[in-house]
């Protein structure tokens, strides 16, 4: 049985600190190695940004196949990346939390095969392709935290293809929500088994392979099995250790500090 009885934490005065100096980037990577990078790589990946934009509640961001020129850091807010049948009924494929490089894969190969879209409100920072280059050849440690941001995408990608192809109903939603709990925790946006989360039920669905009818009844389940609440963009886990249980969960593939793959 997969468990997880103890969710990562943020280091609150680390958060404080690391938001002051750094308040575009100083999330990233935030209780999954971010310690280990030099002040001058934090510096540089800071000052690398060249603008940053505010953008609405289920707006466009980003279509499949078109080229890109910059990449997003998520400062605030939620972003999916999906994808879309011949019918138009849309996969999400990643939600993505404040801290994240969203699209840093698009810099090798110049466009997407999915499209990118916003949740609620957010805000990114944008980084140039051009200047991603010269931190590539002249900050090689850098760019193998900027690798191994990537790598613990590709993670999360794999833990979604199990939930999908291995957990009932129920299983996927408390799986989707445990991720989400732990990865929130860990750049301080969620604590004591509650965060804000401004999806839908029929986003849900589409994170999940359900229908939105199941997703209304599952949710029930969970409500009145006492594992967890989810009420007008708010999630309250009523049960951690009993969600994770229920999720097949464990936090390992988050690569967290406080966790048992920390980074190396």
């Known amino acids: 049985m997969r468990d997880d009885p103890a969710p990562p934490t943020a280091d609150r005065a680390l958060l404080t600190a690391e938001l002051a100096r750094f308040p575009l980037t100083g999330r990233f990577l935030l209780g999954r190695g971010r310690q280990r990078m030099s002040a001058d790589e934090r510096r540089v990946l800071e000052e690398a940004s060249c603008a940053v934009k505010d953008y609405p509640a289920r707006h466009h961001l980003v279509r499949r196949g078109e080229p890109i020129v910059m990449s997003m850091m998520l400062v ?44 609620g409100p957010v805000r990114m920072a944008l980084f140039d392709h051009q200047t991603l280059v010269g931190i590539t050849e002249r900050y090689p440690e850098l760019t193998r935290f900027l690798w191994f941001a990537t790598l613990t995408d590709a993670a999360m990608h794999r833990e979604w293809i199990f939930r999908l192809g291995r957990l009932g109903a129920d299983g996927r939603l408390a799986h989707f929500f445990c991720e989400l709990y732990a990865r929130l925790a860990m750049v301080g946006l969620a604590a004591d088994g509650a965060f804000d989360l401004p999806l839908t039920q029929p986003d849900l669905a589409e994170a999940c392979g359900l229908t939105g009818v199941h997703v209304n009844r599952t949710l029930r389940s969970l409500r009145e099995e006492g594992l967890l609440v989810f009420r007008n963009g708010r999630v309250e886990i009523l049960d951690h250790g009993g969600l994770c249980a229920r999720a097949e969960f464990e936090s390992d593939y988050l690569y967290a500090d406080d966790g048992k793959w920390k980074p190396q």
């Open 76 to 119: 605030e807010g939620y972003v999916t990346r999906y994808m879309d049948d011949r019918e138009g009924y849309r996969q999400l494929v990643s939600v993505h939390v404040p801290g994240d490089f969203v699209d840093l894969h698009g810099f090798p190969t110049g466009r997407l095969d999915h499209d990118i879209g916003t949740l």
